[in-house]
């Protein structure tokens, strides 16, 4: 897939000067929230300007500019009461969607939720598949990867590769974290975006059958935190927490586990644990 940003630069187009009251935000823009504190941008605003211009595209009916990218400079601008900022016009045909996700995609501070969302329309965008098809896609190319087998390629699984590479987000954390809760139920996913669940939660309730989803969503509203939510999903399924098969799971992630660092301090925690182990014998 050709970065939507690539084609826009080939272009060319003219660096101009206008006032930021003349540039209407975009009510479809992809992130979620938009609340963040603005004071250090803003400030940085007041003393340097906006250094990096503004993707914007003229609006047809109003006669002045609706915003593609850049919507928190924008708002710095404003409170900073800068009389221009600096935007580049897109043409016409410039496809505003797949811009506005690859730059909210390039933020470090996109949220989980908002991450997800954005890759979910760009792999959508880029491959052609309906949504169900392209998750299927992902798992099916992370299992293939995770077991060392070769699957029969499809022509879009190279858009599906670069949209990742493009992103800086690997496949095989998409598969195991966004995959699962991007199948979530109508209705967990409804109050997913609603805020009325946190994705940590979300992610715990991807795990559950559909008639265990009820009572899991309702205690998620209540409070339940994500690690509160596997257990009582272990309490439904008659499944002991004991502490030999909590080990057991723990040694089954610790085999996966390729940080040096994080390793020793295991091989520490995993000494302490055998010297009380071996105390208690």
Known sequence: MRNPLEAFVDAKPALIHIDPRQIEPDP???????TED????????????????????RDPEGGGYRLVAGERRLRAAREAGLNTVPVLILPPDADVDAIQLAENLARRNLK???????LVRLLERSTGMSREEMLARVRALYNAQRKGQQI??????????????????ALTTFAQHDVPV??????????????????GQARALARAREDELDELLAEAR????????????????????TPA??????????????DSERAAELAALVERLEALLEEAR
Request: proline share 8%; glycine share 4%; hydrophobic share 45%.
């Open 28 to 34: 479809n823009q992809p992130r979620r929230d938009a």
């Open 38 to 57: 603005l004071a250090p941008l803003t400030d940085s605003v007041r003393m340097l300007g906006v250094l990096e211009p503004l993707l914007v595209k």
């Open 112 to 118: 989980p939720l908002e991450r997800m969302l954005a």
């Open 152 to 169: 029969k390629p499809l022509p879009e699984d190279a858009a599906i590769q670069e949209t990742f590479r493009r992103a800086g987000y």
């Open 182 to 199: 991007a199948r979530l139920p109508e209705r967990a996913w409804n109050a997913l975006l609603a805020g009325e669940i946190s994705y």
């Open 222 to 241: 209540a409070g339940a935190t994500p690690a509160e939510l596997r257990r009582r999903l272990k309490e439904l399924r008659g499944e002991a927490d």
């Open 245 to 258: 098969a909590r080990l057991a799971r723990l040694a089954k992630r610790a085999r996966r586990l390729h």
